[in-house]
């Protein structure tokens, strides 16, 4: 547990010895102030098929709907040095029922006019965004290649209101 000044901050998870293996990153706001918030989520992985998909869990808390915007990017991450991105990523946003809320493969295809809006379009067409005003409660972002396909991903989240 750490008290942070406002900023980004980076949570790294290794094996020991290089061991490899599914992990669980876990970051919480426990402030009770009403100015505290926690704007953005994000993490990096490789996404695989089939229950190895790339997931990437929330929460909206309070007692009002927030608006977000959850997004994946692959072939931007190329831009970075990073080798074995995912070319072509799709989106699902769960509910904690597991029901599906939206999806997206190539985010102009859907929202392109609300994406573009906040400023966080993805910045490749062939990447996925969903923006969505949700009800308190927990989420699931879920990453996947388009046709199987496998790779490097980032799902973010970010909370725009």
Not at 43 to 51: A, E, I, L, M, P
Not at 68 to 91: E, K, M, S, W, Y
Not at 92 to 97: F, H, K, Q, T, W
Request: charged share 15%.
């Amino acid at each position: 547990m750490a008290t942070l000044p406002a900023g980004s901050y980076t949570a790294i998870v290794r094996g020991v010895n290089n061991t490899v293996g599914v992990a669980l990153v876990e970051v919480y706001d426990l402030s009770t102030g009403t100015t505290s918030i926690l704007r953005n989520i994000s993490t990096r992985d490789s996404v695989q098929t089939g229950s190895d998909a790339m997931i990437g869990g929330f929460i909206v808390q309070g007692s009002q709907s927030n608006t977000v915007i959850a997004r994946v990017l692959g072939p931007t991450l190329t831009n970075f040095g990073v080798t074995g991105a995912l070319a072509d990523p799709t989106l699902s946003l769960l509910d904690a029922n597991g029901t599906l809320l939206a999806f997206n493969d190539n985010w102009k295809n859907t929202q392109q006019t609300e994406i573009s809006a906040t400023g966080k379009a993805p910045p490749d067409d062939r990447e996925s965004a969903i923006i969505r005003t949700l009800v308190p409660g927990n989420y699931t972002a879920v990453a996947r290649g388009m046709n199987n396909t496998t790779g490097s991903a980032l799902v973010e989240v970010y909370a725009l209101q």
